[in-house]
């Protein structure tokens, strides 16, 4: 249910950010808007508290992005205050960026390694990831995890290219277990 809701609404404000040649603006706003519910949690809890109403919630809404928002994300962020939506707030906004950062050809990656890389492995991993998919731009999260000992592992949406050691050595592993003496 929670996927339709996303879909739904997320899809909605895809479209009047491409009819309304906003997607960059929106773009921006929208994960501004994001950060600042990932940043104060409690502001979320607030607009999907069931003893607070709307009008209450709208009020609250417009004191904080009034002046500093696109007049049509404030009025999208009170549809769905009023239809008792805001409980799915984070995976609406999260659906519309993924909707247009794949309509502007932007991958979203995310890079695991045992240690940090240094500036310029990042720009030739993401050159690299450029050259071999149709992206445009690559938005690059990068990640440390010891546990992988070397290598790295790397995730674009459903595709995940792993080469760490410690998946190396599992898969040995597996392998040895299989071989009867």
Do not use: W
Not at 38 to 43: F, L
Not at 50 to 76: A, C, M, N, W, Y
Not at 112 to 136: G, M, N, V, W
Not at 175 to 181: E, H, S, T, W, Y
């Amino acid at each position: 249910m929670a996927k339709l809701i996303s879909k739904t609404y997320g899809d909605a404000l895809f479209e009047l950010a491409v009819e309304e040649e906003k997607t960059e603006v929106m773009l921006q706003e929208i994960t501004g808007i994001r950060g600042i519910f990932e940043e104060h949690p409690d502001y979320l809890k607030f607009l999907t508290h069931p003893r607070i109403g709307g009008e209450e919630k709208i009020k609250s809404i417009r004191e904080v992005f009034e002046g500093k928002t696109d007049p049509q994300i404030l009025g999208f962020l009170e549809i769905i205050i009023l239809k008792s939506r805001a409980e799915n707030m984070m995976e609406i906004l999260d659906y519309f960026l993924d909707k247009i950062k794949a309509f502007k050809g932007i991958g979203v990656c995310y890079v695991t390694t045992p240690i940090s890389l240094p500036q310029d492995k990042r720009e030739a991993l993401c050159k690299k990831l450029l050259d071999t998919t149709s992206f445009k731009e690559m938005e690059m999260h990068y990640f440390i995890e010891p546990a992988l000992l070397g290598g790295m592992q790397i995730r674009i949406g459903d595709r995940v290219v792993d080469s760490s050691i410690q998946t190396k050595l599992n898969r040995l592993q597996k392998d040895l277990l299989k071989v009867q003496i």
